[in-house]
């Protein structure tokens, strides 16, 4: 019987190169180009000229990195990790308009399980096999032709490291006004360049955080508690809600078709309808918010290990409580007792390592029976966090529909994410009403108050824009304006002189953003410290205005 064989294809060294340079930096680079084409419209002979050398370009430099590299014999290996890095961003950029740089390397690392999981659909997966795997394979099976003379191949790949810089300088002496002005004006246009985006966002992570072990730095060492929080019938419990990608368009609070708010809206809350985020993402917003630096000077190197409002409250002699359902705290918990709600999956309350926000209130009332003087609590919860919007709501708070049960979003009708979004934000408004509800049967041994604030919010497909993590400077108001409101009970108001109609006024007429929350929370506990400033205490103006 005849024998089948498949042999494999063979090429020169350095054509297997220049084939390796032109996949990835042409066929694994199309978000790139199709953002290049958006800003330079080829609308002139000298535009389109322009446009046709971004290519040539990306392929000469990366024919003098892999060229390089196989000097070494390390070629295989580079051209590896360039396909799968290059595959990757580019489904993520296409599919979702992320941004590639330091702070999605650390959305990344900080992605649980779960949310990794919630990631996953069929569609990714093809496109990492057949656009990254594929090619790896193939480039692993091309076998390179063994030159009779070893120097002749190291000279003509010197030469092709040579052409392909040369090629470079040309371009730079015909159009370098052009690049110069399209990569200044557009500085996240290069973020969409891979693999180099995503070897610099590495780069840059790893260098930012070569400095976490430098040592803690202490903030409000003078803090007490002040005399009139102690004297009293009752004590003091506050609740912090910390919201996750809750975006406050989506708000019926602050004027919303659906109807998502219909229990807060009869808690008699004050929402803050104009409010802003330190960024657009848990990773920046958590510590920035918990921290004593306001977003214009927010420094996250520093915010690593420095202490933030929850050390401040605790050193006043404060009780701290941290219960966690959204995959970590950032930081801002690490030096507090805190406990992490998801692990305990309970059942009924957990699938497939992510909990219903209900679980943050199991043992919670108990805690609060055997707490031992003031207490301060925070809820960290997943929110609306997605894509999976849809897992974010038991089925009794599925208010609209049709709905997107589904994790490719981008495939999902208008309607029916927005209907699944909606029916997330019900739910934090369920969880919200809980909590108030939870304070209010503790009002003969405490006096009381909430705090419910998101960390950023997100984008649902406008202009095709999804999720959330886009740097500041060009993300869009649906990632950066979030819900944020207060509630006082009765007796807050009264003992501490809390004027709540002035509250309103100031909540409708006024800005307001994180930056207000470390003031606020210490204003609530009563905390006196050097570190307390009054012009960010969002109930400053009201107090004593009786």
Known sequence: MPRFSLRRPAMGHVSYLVLCALYISVFLNIAFYKQAFALLPVDSLHNGLVFATLPIVAVCAINILITLASFLWLDRLVVTLFILLSAAAQYFIMNFSVVIDRAMITNILDTTPAESFALMSTKLVLTLLSTGLLAVIIAWWIRVKKPAQAWKSLLWRMVSVAVSALLIVIVALLFYKDYASLFRNNKELV??????????????????HQMDNLPLVRIGEDAVQKPEMKAGPRRNLTILVLGETSRAENFSLGGYAHETNPRLAKDNVVYYPNTTSCGTATAVSVPCMFSNMPRSRYDEQLAHHQEGLLDVIQRAGINVLWNENDGGCKGACDRVPHQDMTSLNLPGMCIDGECYDDVL????????DNLKGDGVIVLH???????TYYNRYPKDLRTFSPTCDSNEIQNCTREQ???????????????????????ESKQSTFTTSLVYLSDHGESLGENGVYLHGLPWSIAPDTQ????????????????????????????????????????????????????YKAGDDILTACRGAN
């Open 191 to 208: 973020k969409s360049l891979s693999p180099s985006n995503s070897i610099v966002a590495i780069n840059s992570w790893y260098s930012h």
């Open 417 to 439: 994410l927005v209907n699944t979004y909606d029916n997330s934000i019900v739910n934090v408004d369920y969880i919200v009403d809980k909590a108030i509800k939870l304070l």
């Open 361 to 368: 209130f199991h043992g919670l009332e108990d805690y609060i």
């Open 381 to 387: 919860t997943i929110g609306s966090h997605g894509p």
């Open 480 to 531: 950066k304006h979030v819900p944020m409101l207060i509630w006082l009970s009765p007796d807050y108001q009264q003992r501490y002189g809390v004027n709540y109609e002035c509250m309103k006024t100031h909540a409708k007429a006024n800005d307001y953003s994180q930056d207000n929350l470390f003031s606020t929370m210490l204003g609530l506990a009563g905390v006196a410290t050097s570190e």
